[in-house]
C-alpha cells in the first residue's frame, strides 16, 4: 500500500476491465484515492518535481473480485474433525478467521470479496471495518441468507417457513445486508452425481423473495444446482445463480433474457476431483466428479454465447478453497473451459462491479483507485497474477444498488 493520498503510477500497459491498453507507457495520477488524470507517457520525472511519488510497474488493473466467499470459514484445513469444530469456536474467534481471509485476499489481488452469508453477521462485521482498514479487502455482504426450515443451509441462513417470514425477514435483513442470499436448493450427492432433493422453494416463494427484496432496494444471490431448482430461480427473475451446476442451454437462455448473472464456482468440486483422498470418495465417485466439471465447463462456454453475465467467484472458505488463492485457480479453470484472457478478467473485475451497481466498474478519471500492479501483462502471462507488486482496495464497493 502506497502511504500518501497523492501519488502517480507509471505502467507499460493496463487493463482498464474491459479492454487492454497495450502500448505505454501510461501514467496515473492519484489524488485523495481516486484517479485523477490517466496520460499516454511517462511522466514519473515530472511529478516528482511536485512532490509526488511515482510508483512503477509492468501493468496496471483493476484489482480482482472474488464474487462468492465466506470468510468466517477457512478453506485450507481438509480434515472433516477440524472443519467441524471450527464451526463451533467462539464468534470472536471467527472474526479472527473472517479477518485474516480479508488480509490474505488482498496479499493475493483480490481487493473486494462478495460474501456469501453466514449465521453471526461476521460478514457486516467485516465489511465495516474493511471500509477503515487498509490491509484488508473490501467486503460485499449478503449478511444472512432465508431457507426453509429443517433444509441446507444452517451455517448462512434463517428460517422462513411461509410467505409472512419470507416477507418479514427480507425487508428486515435488507436493513444491512447488500443482497438477499437465498437458499433454493441442497448441496450436490457426488456418489449419485445429482441434486437428488426437492429445491427449498417453489416458484411463487421465489418471486416473492425476489419481489420483496426489489421493494426494499436490493437484488438477491441464489444458492442452487439442479435443473428443477434453476428453473426456478431463473424464471423468478433473481439477481445471480451460484454455483449452478447441471446447467442446461435452455435455462441459460432464459438467464440471458432475465438478466439473471451466474457464478460457477469450479472450485470446491475441482478440489474434490483432484484430491480425492480428501474426502475418501471412491473411483466412481471421481469418475462423477470428473463429468460433472466437464458439463460446467460445457455450459459455461454456452453461457458466453448466449449472452449470460458471468461472474468469477471460488465459495471460498469450502474446503480446499483458500481464500485469496482460489481465484487464481478459478481462473485457470474458466481458461481450461475456452473462455479468452479479456473474458476471464472481466468477470473478475469491471463486471462484477456492475453487478454489484458501482458507478465506477472501471478503471477510469474519477474512479476509487482500485487497482493491481503486476511486474508483466497477464495477457502475455497469466502467472503474473499470483504476485502482484502492489494491491490497492479502494473505498467501500456498494455506492449504488443493481436492481436485476
Not at 35 to 48: E, Q, S
Amino acid at each position: 500500500m502506497t502511504p500518501t493520498d497523492r501519488f502517480a503510477v507509471v505502467a507499460d500497459g493496463w487493463f482498464d476491465g474491459e479492454r487492454l491498453h497495450a502500448h505505454g507507457p501510461f501514467t496515473f495520477r492519484i489524488e485523495e484515492g481516486r484517479i485523477a488524470d490517466i496520460a499516454a507517457g511517462d511522466f514519473g520525472a515530472t511529478l516528482a518535481t511536485q512532490g509526488m511519488e511515482a510508483v512503477r510497474g509492468g501493468f496496471l488493473m483493476p484489482g480482482l473480485v472474488d464474487a462468492h466467499v465466506h470468510l468466517f470459514l477457512d478453506g485450507a484445513p481438509t480434515d472433516g474433525a477440524q472443519r467441524a469444530a471450527h464451526l463451533k469456536k467462539p464468534v470472536e474467534d471467527l472474526v479472527d478467521a473472517a479477518r485474516a481471509s480479508a488480509r490474505q485476499a488482498l496479499a493475493c489481488g483480490v481487493t473486494l470479496v462478495r460474501d456469501a452469508g453466514d449465521r453471526h453477521g461476521i460478514n457486516h462485521r467485516l465489511r465495516d471495518e474493511a471500509a477503515h482498514s487498509p490491509g484488508l479487502a473490501q467486503v460485499r455482504s449478503a449478511g444472512l441468507g432465508v431457507k426453509r426450515p429443517k433444509r441446507y443451509g444452517a451455517f448462512m441462513a434463517r428460517d422462513v417457513a411461509d410467505d409472512d417470514a419470507i416477507r418479514a425477514s427480507v425487508r428486515e435483513l435488507a436493513r444491512d445486508s447488500d443482497e438477499i442470499k437465498l437458499i433454493l436448493t441442497g448441496i450436490i450427492d457426488f456418489d449419485a452425481g445429482a441434486v437428488t432433493d426437492e429445491p427449498q422453494f417453489d416458484l411463487a416463494a421465489a418471486r416473492l423473495v425476489v419481489d420483496t427484496a426489489r421493494a426494499c432496494r436490493r437484488t438477491t444471490m441464489v444458492h442452487c444446482s439442479g435443473a428443477a431448482g434453476l428453473e426456478i430461480a431463473a424464471r423468478a427473475g433473481v439477481g445471480s445463480i451460484e454455483h449452478g451446476f447441471f446447467m442446461r442451454r435452455d435455462l441459460l437462455a432464459l438467464m440471458a433474457e432475465r438478466d439473471v448473472a451466474w457464478t460457477p464456482t469450479f472450485c470446491p468440486v475441482h478440489f474434490q476431483w483432484a484430491q480425492p483422498e480428501a474426502v475418501g470418495w471412491s473411483a466412481q465417485t471421481v469418475g462423477n466428479l470428473r463429468r460433472i466439471l466437464d458439463e460446467h465447463a460445457r455450459h459455461l462456454l454456452i453461457a458466453r454465447e448466449l449472452g449470460v453475465r458471468l461472474l468469477l467467484g471460488t465459495d471460498a472458505g469450502s474446503m480446499g478453497v483458500e481464500h485469496g488463492h482460489a481465484v487464481h485457480e478459478e481462473i485457470d479453470r474458466y481458461l481450461e473451459a475456452g473462455l479468452t484472457t479479456t473474458e476471464v478478467l472481466q468477470a473478475a473485475t469491471a463486471t462484477a462491479r456492475r453487478h454489484f451497481g458501482h458507478p465506477h466498474p472501471r478503471l477510469e478519471r474519477g474512479a476509487p483507485f482500485d487497482a493491481l500492479l503486476l511486474e508483466r501483462s497477464p495477457f502475455e502471462d497469466i502467472g503474473a497474477l499470483r504476485t502482484p507488486l502492489h494491491a490497492w482496495a479502494g473505498q467501500p464497493a456498494c455506492e449504488g444498488e443493481a436492481l436485476q
